[in-house]
């Protein structure tokens, strides 16, 4: 399948690993990933936050990196993209108080255009009212939040039609496959060459 554009939606203290990891393993495989945050343009950064699990009752968060977005928030017309990505982290948890953003989301849903969703990205799904009588997953503490928005809860990396969802960075090999697959893209896994001697 030829490559796709994917519309990547990030803000102020996105999860690290899950907005650089699959940024740039979706370029990597080919796609143009446009990565959008409101209320910035291309260039500007979002401060990104790592999240890790130390044994303690939940996560713990650190600093992380600069992450610097390759489109403007206000030019993005959902329509022109194929797919979407959701990371987690703080994000969403604010990314929420945008109706462009949820009428962003819906689009995709309403569109049925694959939609890839991490750890609390699911915040952002439930606010736009798009997990009615989906299954799907996230962060182990937001179980509540898609019952309540009429979703069933599942364990681990699932898929519900276009709907590709996982708990947490750990998940990234599984959910970005999940979403490879539910996006056709064809990963050849040929062995390298030999090398002459």
Do not use: S
Request: proline letters at 7%; aromatic letters at 8%; charged letters at 25%.
């Amino acid at each position: 399948m030829p490559a796709q554009q994917l519309l990547l939606l990030a803000g102020d203290y996105v999860e690290d690993y899950e907005i650089m990891v699959p940024y740039q393993a979706l370029e990597m495989v080919g796609h143009d990933v446009h990565a959008v945050c409101p209320e910035k343009e291309a260039g500007e950064t979002c401060p990104t936050a790592i999240h890790d699990f130390e044994g303690d009752q939940t996560y713990t968060e650190k600093p992380g990196h600069r992450f610097e977005l390759t489109h403007d928030f206000d030019a993005v017309d959902p329509a022109e993209y194929d797919a979407l990505v959701v990371p987690g982290g703080r994000a969403p948890e604010y990314l929420r108080t945008y109706d462009a953003v949820l009428e962003h989301v819906r689009h995709f849903f309403a569109e049925d255009k694959p939609v890839a969703c991490l750890c609390h990205g699911v915040q952002l799904l439930a606010a736009a009212d798009v997990l009615d009588g989906r299954t799907c997953t996230g962060y182990p503490a937001l179980e509540t939040d898609v019952r309540t928005a009429g979703g069933d809860w599942a364990e681990g990396v699932t898929r519900d039609g276009n709907l590709v969802t996982g708990q947490a960075w750990p998940d990234h090999p599984e959910w970005l496959a999940t979403f490879l697959e539910c996006l056709g893209t064809d990963i050849d896994h040929a062995e390298p060459a030999a090398a002459d001697d």
